[in-house]
């Protein structure tokens, strides 16, 4: 695996739409309208379509299924997608799920 460029999250604005609760957590589609990333040789924005399709479970832990699409500033288009599962202790979900800078050592 190479590193290739940083995109932060939240990307900005963050609307999202809750689908359905459902016995094993919530199911919600977070729309993302714009963001911009930056690596050594690239750089660029988020630009919509954007967003990620998400299942807030029981614990707060989040499984992801994102998908972005990405134009770099010589107007490249780039569709990246990604899963994953945001975890951890209960007090560092909540402080995220808030909107709130966490620690990295706390992860």
Same mark, same amino acid.
């Given at each position: 695996?190479?590193?290739i460029f940083f995109l932060?999250?939240? +990307?900005?604005p963050l609307v999202s739409?809750? %689908? !359905? ?8 589609? @977070?729309?993302? $309208?714009?963001?911009? +990333? =930056? ?6 924005? *988020?630009?919509?379509? !954007?967003?990620?399709?998400? %299942?807030?479970? !029981? $614990?707060?832990?989040?499984? %992801? $299924? ?6 770099? $500033? /010589? ?11 945001? @975890? ?5 979900? /909540?402080?995220? @799920? @808030?909107? =709130? /800078? *966490? /620690?990295?050592? =706390?992860?």
């Amino acid at each position: 695996m190479v590193w290739i460029f940083f995109l932060p999250s939240p +990307f900005l604005p963050l609307v999202s739409i809750l %689908l !359905a609760t459902l016995p094993y957590g919530k199911r919600i589609i @977070a729309n993302v $309208d714009g963001g911009h +990333f =930056e690596g050594t040789n690239i750089k660029g924005t *988020v630009q919509p379509p !954007a967003g990620g399709w998400l %299942l807030i479970r !029981a $614990d707060n832990s989040v499984q %992801l $299924d994102v998908r972005v699409s990405l134009v770099t $500033d /010589d107007n490249t288009l780039i569709y990246m997608s990604y899963q994953g599962l945001r @975890a951890g202790q209960q007090s560092v979900l /909540d402080h995220l @799920a @808030a909107g =709130e /800078d *966490v /620690d990295p050592r =706390e992860y």
